[in-house]
């Protein structure tokens, strides 16, 4: 069975330009996490969804983030206008288990980002 | 935003010892306590997980220890090995399926 794919896993670009960030989880999963991990500040959820909704987008540091989940096996992370400081690993995460929370995501290997 | 704070930051630790990772949590409403094991270039995977009406729980050689009163939940790694060298997570989850994570720790174990 697959696990969460993201893409691209590595990424460099220059301020200024638009990134995105794409996330294939699990099949039958219906909540999808992103993180973003940096040597300061851990490992920091930027948004969720369950059954493609977005739940909770309170962790997006700034309107240059958005994120969608267009359907159940596919969602984005965009910025736009990228900056120096978004440089960082972008982790997808899903989980399934329908109403109950069991708190085990299944996480991707992760996008690293870096910003000239 | 800090809601999971963890310690230490770094363990270094001989093979064949205990490693011991604290976290403290403020919100009372979280009802699920996990913790993650992550490798260099590698996403976090699940290790072992606990609930609040649950005060330990033993999963091989690692245990969770948990203290509703004080908020605070720890990871015991018994026998400590080199491959569990890793940066270990503790973290918390809502019930409505936010999860959000402890610092990290980094944990070198010596042959």
């Known amino acids: 069975d697959a696990g969460v794919i993201q893409s691209p896993r590595h990424e460099v670009t220059e301020m200024g330009q638009e990134v995105t960030l794409r996330c294939k989880p699990i099949?039958?999963?219906?909540?999808l996490f992103w993180y973003r991990q940096t040597m300061m500040r851990g490992l920091e959820l930027l948004i969720y969804?369950?059954?493609?909704?977005?739940?909770?987008d309170s962790g997006m540091p700034e309107d240059r983030f958005s994120a969608k989940m267009p359907n159940a096996s596919f969602s984005t992370l965009k910025i736009q206008p990228s900056e120096p400081r978004d440089s960082a690993v972008y982790f997808c995460?899903?989980?399934?288990?329908?109403?109950?929370?069991?708190?085990?995501?299944?996480f991707g290997e992760g996008s690293r980002l870096t910003v000239l | 935003q800090q809601q999971v704070k963890q310690s230490p930051q770094s363990l270094i630790v001989q093979k064949g010892g205990i490693s011991i990772i604290n976290c403290a949590y403020e919100n009372t409403a979280f009802d699920y306590f996990p913790w993650y094991q992550q490798f260099p270039g590698k996403g976090p995977a699940l290790l072992i997980a606990?609930?609040?009406?649950?005060s330990e729980k033993k999963e091989g050689r690692f245990t969770i220890s948990f203290n509703k009163s004080a908020k605070q939940f720890s990871l015991h790694i018994m026998d400590s090995q080199p491959g569990d060298s890793a940066t270990y997570f503790c973290?918390?989850?809502?019930?409505?399926?936010?999860?959000?994570f402890g610092q990290g720790t980094t944990l070198q174990v010596k042959p």
């Open positions: 995460a899903s989980r399934g288990g329908g109403g109950r929370n069991t708190g085990e995501l299944f």
């Open positions: 099949s039958g999963h219906d909540y």
């Open positions: 973290a918390a989850s809502w019930h409505t399926g936010k999860l959000i």
């Open positions: 969804f369950n059954n493609n909704v977005p739940i909770d």
């Open positions: 606990i609930r609040p009406d649950v």
